[in-house]
């Protein structure tokens, strides 16, 4: 989806001006009872910004949260008012690429989120992200059964403590090569099969524009499986304003359609000043 005459007219009215900051948070379309869609803001593109400091100023923008924090983190963003929307359950570095595809880590990362997860709960953190590995050479189907079989062995206790896992979907042909959860029907297909309400999808926008396009018609038909967002500019991973090819305002304004109550995360990689370009998406995504 290009970023047409509509999508500028939208971004021709976002305030970018350092002055902005003093207007306060805004609020959506129907004022302060319209209930705007949520939005958050992943750290990790943005950690020049010490944490406590970054998450005032998120605050003061109007956001409700920051995403993807390890469990030390979430007290420092809760001191300013804001949730942690996503957090982690371990800070292993091959955390992206060793996932639930392979049996042989399903008690390692089974004994993380048992860690984790009555953790997130107490904290009032909603979702913890989990990841279906690369492929290594294994066959798809097999791996889908692996994620499935150790999602059940989890999913109960995460009902019980009312935390979310989110399977995070990454693409394959750019960032993460043999990232073997890369579609959405993949996706669709572990976590429809284990069908409990608190094992989701992540659905990373920037990731599936790459891989597969058709981003509000794929929201639209699986709205039920969808937990979270992460939005970024294509190409690129930058600003999600007028430079780049999809129009976020439409894509916000779908997900709000579907009746989504979670989190719309920011993860992009900033090429103007960080909070100039925060306080844009914001405006952006304001439905």
């Known amino acids: 989806m290009l970023a047409a005459s509509a ?7 976002v305030p970018t001006s350092g002055a902005a900051a003093a207007e306060g948070p805004r609020v959506g379309p129907g004022g302060a009872s319209g209930a705007p869609l949520k939005q958050s803001v992943s750290y990790w593109p943005f950690e020049s910004i010490p944490l ?10 109007g956001f409700s949260a920051v995403d993807l924090l390890q469990p030390e983190q979430w007290p420092v963003v809760a001191d300013a008012g804001l949730v942690c929307s996503m957090g982690y359950p371990t800070a292993r570095r091959d955390f992206l690429t060793t996932g639930f595809n392979d049996p042989a880590n399903h008690a390692m990362l089974l004994g993380e989120l048992e860690a984790t997860l009555p953790r997130a709960a107490a904290a009032g ?43 995070e979907l990454l693409n394959s042909r750019v960032d993460h ?12 297909s572990v976590v429809s099969a284990v069908n409990s309400p608190r094992v989701k999808l992540l659905y990373d926008i920037y990731h599936m524009q790459i891989m597969e396009g058709d981003i509000i018609r794929t929201i639209q038909t699986n709205a039920a499986w969808l937990g979270h967002f992460h939005t ?5 991973r930058h600003e999600i304003d007028e430079t780049q090819e999809l129009n976020y305002h439409a894509i916000c304004e779908a997900i709000k359609g579907t009746g989504f109550q979670g989190y719309v995360a920011h993860e992009f990689e900033p090429t103007r000043p960080p909070i100039e370009s925060l306080r844009q998406a914001y ?4 439905v």
């Open 7 to 13: 999508g500028a007219l939208v971004l021709g009215s």
């Open 177 to 188: 090569a043999d990232y073997m959860g890369d579609r959405s029907g993949y996706g669709v």
């Open 125 to 167: 953190v909603p979702n913890v992200i989990a990841m279906f590995g690369n492929r290594k050479g294994r066959d798809d189907a097999a791996g889908r059964d692996a994620c499935i079989a150790g999602l059940n062995r989890i999913k109960a206790l995460a009902e019980e403590l009312g935390v979310t896992i989110c399977m």
């Open 283 to 286: 405006d952006i995504c304001l």
């Open 232 to 236: 970024g500019g294509v190409p690129g």
């Open 52 to 61: 406590p400091q970054f998450a005032r100023e998120l605050k003061a923008i």
